[in-house]
């Protein structure tokens, strides 16, 4: 939830200085000169491309949040060649991707040639997820703390009904 909170507050703040700058682009034009309403209006373009990206960052992230899963304290990515340990607040395993503090990892988007959710394992501790196209393999390792079997069939098999992957389960 820390995440969503952040991602809101920063697009809050695009809109702020969006509509602070398209004020300052008519007022300098009408005021001013016509090279400060330009360099307003470019600072009003630039805002507003952050403003939309970031809008979509917190769309995704609130899909991913309303449809989740499974909600775990801390992450292990791991890319070819790299790994990376993200320890955040919550890490939010949905049926369409998942959320790692305000990185988010989407699945399913492009259709065949898209990202696509191709593994879970899941053992006492850990939930391994593997997903990728066909140029870039992730793994994310999630430290689970599902404690009892049948918490580890339920959250597989609504993996399975959500995702169509089957999980994996060992050592249980």
Not at 19 to 31: F, P, Y
Not at 139 to 164: D, I, N, P, Y
């Amino acid at each position: 939830m820390v995440q969503m909170k952040s991602i809101r507050k920063r697009r809050n703040g695009y809109v702020l200085l969006f509509a602070a700058s398209i004020c300052l682009a008519v007022w300098s034009g009408m005021a001013f000169s016509l090279e400060a309403a330009l360099a307003f209006g470019a600072i009003s373009l630039i805002s507003l491309l952050l403003l939309l990206r970031q809008s979509r960052l917190l769309y995704d992230a609130t899909l991913i949040w309303d449809n989740r899963i499974l909600a775990v304290p801390s992450a292990l990515i791991s890319i070819p060649g790299r790994q990376i340990k993200k320890d955040t607040e919550e890490t939010v395993v949905s049926t369409f991707g998942v959320l790692i503090g305000s990185r988010i990892y989407r699945w399913g988007l492009d259709g065949v040639h898209g990202v696509r959710l191709s593994a879970v394992q899941i053992d006492k501790e850990r939930m391994y997820l593997t997903f990728g196209d066909k140029d870039q393999t992730i793994r994310v390792e999630l430290l689970h703390g599902m404690l009892h079997k049948q918490t580890v069939v339920e959250a597989a098999q609504k993996l399975w009904h959500e995702t169509g992957v089957q999980a994996e389960i060992s050592d249980w």
